[in-house]
C-alpha cells in the first residue's frame, strides 16, 4: 500500500486524522484501499460540504466502498469508529455493579469480528504482553478444530484467509459414473470394429483387432447460490468452495437475488480471487433482497436444458425465506427437480439446532429436495463433498424435517 496509509497527515486537523484512521480500518478489514483512497476522500468532503451524519456517511461510501460485499463491513466500521452519542454513559454504565442477565448473549453480527480487529489492532499491537499461562493441551482445541467449527459470518478476515486455504485442501468428491460415451485402449470391453477394419487395410493382411472402453466421469454440478443481505457471507465462501470443485468436473454457476446472473465463465478464471470479483460485478443484485420463485422460473426457462444434462446434480445455497407466491416457487422446484438427478439443498439456517421446518418458503420447497444440510462452516462443507460422493445419513431426510414440524 502506499506511504499515505501509513504516515500521518500533515495538515487537515483532526477530522483528516481520523479519516485516515477508519481507512487504516477498513482496510485491515480486508476492504482494498488504493493510494488515493483517503485524498479522493478528502476532497469529497470538502466538494460536498456534509453538514449531518447521513451526508457524511453517504460521502466515504461512494469513495471507499467499490463491491457489493463490502458494505456490510463499512456500515459496521462506520457505526462503531464515528459513534458519538452514549459514550460516556456507556463507560459509565459499564464501570456499575450490574445484576446478572438470565437472558442468552447475542451472537455479534455478520462481519463484526473483522471489523473489530481492524479497529482495535493498533491498540492490541502496542500492549504489553501478557503473562503465559501453560494449559493442559488435551483440555483445549487445537486451532484447526476451532476454525473448522466456526461460523463463517463470525470470523475475522485472518479466519477467513484461513478458511479459503483449508478450502483447497478439502478432499473433492470421488462419484465418476460410467457414461454411455467410450475411448480407444484401457480395458478391453468391446471391439472397435471402425478402427480395426481401417487397420486391416493397411499391407500385412493381419488384422489387429482394436478395442474401446466406456468413459468414466464426474457428472456436472450446477449450483444456484443466493446472494441476498442475509447470505452474502456464506456465499462469498461457498462460491471459493465452487471455484475448487470446478478443477475436477464441470461447474455451472448461478447467482441469484432479486435477478438471476450466470457468472459460469467469471469462475473459470484461475485466481479464485479474481473469479469472485468478476462476479461482484456482473451480479448488480448483491447484498439486496430476493425472489427465489422468479430466479429458479429464470433458470428453468433459459438455462435448464442447456446444463442439467448427463445427469447433473443441482446444489442450492439459500435459506428459503420465500414469502410471495408460493404456488410458483413450488410449480419452478418441481420442474427443477425432474431436470436433476439429484437436487441438494444447502441452508445456514440449519446451523441453529432448534430449526424447524416451519416458514411456508422452506415447507415449500422440502417436497422436491433429495438432500438437506446445513453450510454454515468447514465442517459442513467437508460434509457436503461427502454427500456429492454418495454418502448420505439420516439428519439429511427433507422429509424428517416436515414430519417432526407436523
Not at 122 to 129: E, L, M, N, T, V
Not at 135 to 162: G, N, P, V, Y
Request: glycine fraction near 6%.
Amino acid at each position: 500500500m502506499s506511504a499515505i496509509l501509513e504516515a500521518e497527515p500533515a495538515s487537515g486537523g483532526v477530522l483528516a486524522q481520523n479519516i485516515l484512521h477508519f481507512a487504516r480500518a477498513l482496510r485491515e478489514a480486508g476492504i482494498p484501499l488504493g493510494p488515493g483512497a483517503v485524498l479522493d476522500a478528502l476532497a469529497a468532503i470538502e466538494a460536498a460540504g456534509v453538514g449531518n451524519r447521513e451526508d457524511f456517511y453517504t460521502t466515504l461510501h461512494a469513495v471507499f466502498v467499490k463491491r457489493h460485499e463490502h458494505s456490510l463491513l463499512f456500515d459496521q466500521a462506520f457505526r462503531i469508529f464515528w459513534k458519538r452519542k452514549g459514550f460516556t454513559e456507556k463507560l459509565i454504565a459499564m464501570m456499575s455493579p450490574r445484576a446478572p442477565s438470565k437472558s442468552d448473549p447475542k451472537p455479534p453480527e455478520a462481519g463484526a469480528s473483522r471489523v473489530a480487529d481492524a479497529l482495535f489492532k493498533s491498540i492490541h499491537d502496542h500492549a504489553k504482553p501478557a503473562p503465559a499461562i501453560e494449559l493442559d493441551a488435551r483440555l483445549t482445541m487445537s486451532a484447526a478444530e476451532i476454525l473448522r467449527s466456526k461460523d463463517f459470518a463470525q470470523m475475522s478476515a485472518a479466519e477467513i484467509e484461513e478458511a479459503r486455504k483449508a478450502i483447497k485442501r478439502l478432499a473433492m468428491p470421488e462419484d465418476k459414473r460410467r457414461t454411455r460415451r467410450f475411448a480407444p485402449g484401457g480395458r478391453p470391453a468391446r471391439v472397435d470394429a471402425r478402427r480395426s477394419f481401417r487397420r486391416s487395410l493397411q499391407p500385412g493382411g493381419v488384422i489387429d483387432l482394436e478395442f474401446r472402453s466406456p468413459i468414466d466421469r464426474a457428472p456436472p454440478v450446477v449450483a444456484l447460490c443466493d446472494i441476498s443481505g442475509s447470505m452474502n457471507e456464506y456465499t462469498r465462501l461457498f462460491l471459493h468452495f465452487l471455484h475448487v470443485l470446478g478443477e475436477t468436473r464441470r461447474v455451472s454457476t448461478f447467482l441469484f437475488g432479486t435477478r438471476l446472473t450466470n457468472v459460469t465463465r467469471a469462475m473459470r478464471a484461475r485466481d479464485p480471487d479474481d473469479a469472485l470479483a468478476k462476479c461482484s460485478v456482473m451480479a448488480l443484485d448483491w447484498s439486496g433482497g430476493t425472489r427465489i420463485g422468479e430466479a429458479l422460473h429464470r433458470f428453468n426457462r433459459d438455462w435448464s436444458r442447456r446444463v442439467l444434462g448427463q445427469g447433473a446434480i443441482t446444489l442450492l445455497i439459500t435459506d428459503g425465506l420465500e414469502r410471495d407466491n408460493l404456488d410458483k416457487l413450488g410449480a419452478e422446484m418441481d420442474r427443477l427437480a425432474k431436470s436433476s438427478r439429484r437436487v441438494i439443498w444447502v441452508n445456514p439456517l440449519l446451523r441453529f439446532g432448534d430449526f424447524a421446518a416451519k416458514a411456508g418458503g422452506i415447507r415449500t420447497l422440502l417436497p422436491y429436495v433429495d438432500s438437506f444440510r446445513p453450510i454454515h462452516n468447514l465442517a459442513s462443507m467437508a460434509d457436503l463433498c461427502q454427500a456429492l460422493s454418495g454418502g448420505r445419513d439420516s439428519s439429511d431426510d427433507p422429509k424428517a424435517r416436515l414430519l417432526a414440524v407436523d
